[in-house]
């Protein structure tokens, strides 16, 4: 963040009525998006029938932590800005640090994802045992273990919060030796090389799928089952990539764009709006990429993934009583 914020700096808005109303519209509409949309994502990835595997709990596991920054934004930002309230603002140091925290959180999940599904195309017999019950709970652990560590305990420890600055209407950065050490190395690089590890394992998931599929296409011409399962790793590759690239789009905004930005709309724009909306399309993409989805979605039963067997599932890719 490219604050030259302080607590000290926060005081009462400076901003019109009117500019608040806006600023509280525009992240309420995205933010209730993108809440409703993670929390339909982790209620269907932990009933459908085709997501109980890991990367169905993967998915399942970012998406608690994006409706958690997601209700922040509604519950919390929104309110704050639109009423002007100090006993928020000064809050706010430490409200910074949960969106941060959740924000590492969808990005590691996002780069154990990727490894999931290169995994899944590369090793389609191993997978099963790369990928077991206790492996991919690690694998949640760790995406939660290490954003405790950088996000919380070090911007803790080093006294490096980030309130929120009325001037532009989002969550700047206590100034200091120490927080501009922690911002360049434990946030810029530590997120632009998560978001740049993602991008080579989204590429050599790109080169997999092209070097099995003339092997795959012999194996699919015999089994339906086998081309449909295909076909849906590719679905979730496809959605690896279009989240990734957001992900990079926002980080590019958020860091390096802002910072050229003398306009308070216009880093609004850049980083508050950005960062609340990167959390929206994230669960959208994979709404929309998942036919099986988008139908319980429609009919809204959410007891239906439990009794409902679909005949291409990929369960069989993830079986439960193959872990341990």
Same mark, same amino acid.
């Given at each position: 963040?490219?604050?030259?914020?302080?607590? $000290?700096?926060?005081?009462?808005?400076?901003?019109?009525?009117?500019?608040?109303?806006?600023?509280?519209?525009? /992240?309420?509409? /995205?933010?209730?998006?993108?809440?409703?949309?993670?929390?339909?994502?982790?209620?269907?990835?932990?009933?459908?029938?085709?997501?109980?595997?890991?990367?169905?709990?993967?998915?399942?596991?970012?998406?608690?932590?994006?409706?958690?920054?997601?209700?922040?934004?509604?519950?919390?930002?929104?309110?704050?800005?639109?009423?002007?309230?100090?006993?928020?603002?000064?809050?706010?140091?430490?409200?910074?640090? =949960?969106?941060?925290?959740?924000? $590492?959180?969808?990005?590691?999940?996002?780069?154990?994802?990727?490894?999931?599904?290169?995994?899944?195309?590369?090793?389609? %017999?191993?997978?099963?045992? /790369?990928?077991?019950?206790?492996?991919?709970?690690?694998? %949640?652990?760790?995406? +939660?273990?290490?954003?405790?560590?950088?996000?919380? +305990?070090?911007?803790?420890?080093?006294?490096?919060?980030?309130?929120?600055?009325?001037?532009?209407?989002?969550?700047?950065?206590?100034?200091?030796?120490?927080?501009?050490?922690?911002?360049?190395?434990?946030?810029?690089?530590?997120?632009?090389?998560?978001?740049?590890? %993602?991008?080579?394992?989204?590429?050599?998931?790109?080169?997999?799928?092209? =070097?099995?599929?003339?092997?795959?296409?012999? /194996?699919?011409?015999?089994?339906?089952?086998?081309?449909?399962?295909?076909?849906?790793?590719?679905?979730?590759?496809?959605?690896?990539?279009?989240?990734?690239?957001?992900?990079?789009?926002?980080?590019?905004?958020?860091?390096?764009?802002?910072?050229?930005?003398?306009?308070?709309?216009?880093?609004?724009?850049? *980083?508050?709006?950005?960062?609340?909306?990167?959390?929206? %399309?994230?669960?959208?993409?994979?709404?929309?990429?998942?036919?099986?989805?988008?139908?319980?979605?429609?009919?809204?039963?959410?007891?239906?993934?439990?009794?409902?067997?679909? *005949?291409?599932?990929?369960?069989?890719? $993830?079986?439960?009583?193959?872990?341990?």
């Amino acid at each position: 963040m490219m604050s030259n914020g302080t607590l $000290d700096d926060v005081v009462p808005g400076v901003s019109s009525q009117t500019q608040r109303f806006f600023v509280t519209l525009t /992240i309420f509409l /995205i933010s209730l998006t993108g809440l409703i949309g993670n929390l339909a994502v982790f209620m269907f990835a932990t009933t459908l029938k085709t997501l109980q595997n890991s990367f169905g709990r993967l998915s399942a596991s970012q998406s608690f932590a994006e409706a958690i920054l997601c209700a922040v934004f509604v519950l919390f930002y929104c309110p704050m800005v639109l009423f002007d309230i100090s006993s928020f603002k000064f809050a706010s140091a430490y409200v910074g640090l =949960v969106l941060l925290f959740c924000y $590492d959180v969808c990005i590691f999940s996002h780069l154990f994802i990727a490894v999931n599904r290169l995994c899944a195309i590369s090793f389609p %017999i191993e997978y099963n045992n /790369i990928f077991n019950n206790r492996n991919t709970r690690f694998l %949640i652990s760790l995406a +939660y273990a290490i954003p405790c560590f950088t996000s919380i +305990y070090m911007h803790l420890a080093n006294n490096c919060l980030l309130p929120y600055v009325d001037f532009g209407w989002y969550f700047g950065v206590n100034t200091s030796a120490d927080c501009d050490v922690i911002r360049f190395y434990i946030d810029f690089c530590k997120d632009f090389g998560v978001v740049a590890a %993602i991008a080579v394992v989204d590429v050599g998931t790109i080169v997999m799928i092209k =070097v099995t599929a003339p092997g795959m296409r012999l /194996i699919s011409a015999n089994c339906v089952q086998s081309q449909k399962k295909r076909e849906r790793e590719i679905t979730f590759v496809k959605q690896c990539l279009i989240q990734g690239a957001v992900f990079a789009t926002e980080l590019v905004f958020f860091f390096i764009i802002s910072t050229m930005q003398t306009q308070p709309v216009m880093i609004f724009l850049c *980083t508050t709006v950005a960062w609340s909306l990167v959390h929206t %399309i994230d669960p959208l993409v994979l709404i929309l990429l998942n036919r099986e989805f988008r139908n319980m979605l429609m009919k809204n039963p959410i007891g239906r993934g439990r009794t409902t067997r679909v *005949t291409y599932s990929t369960q069989q890719l $993830d079986n439960p009583s193959s872990h341990n």
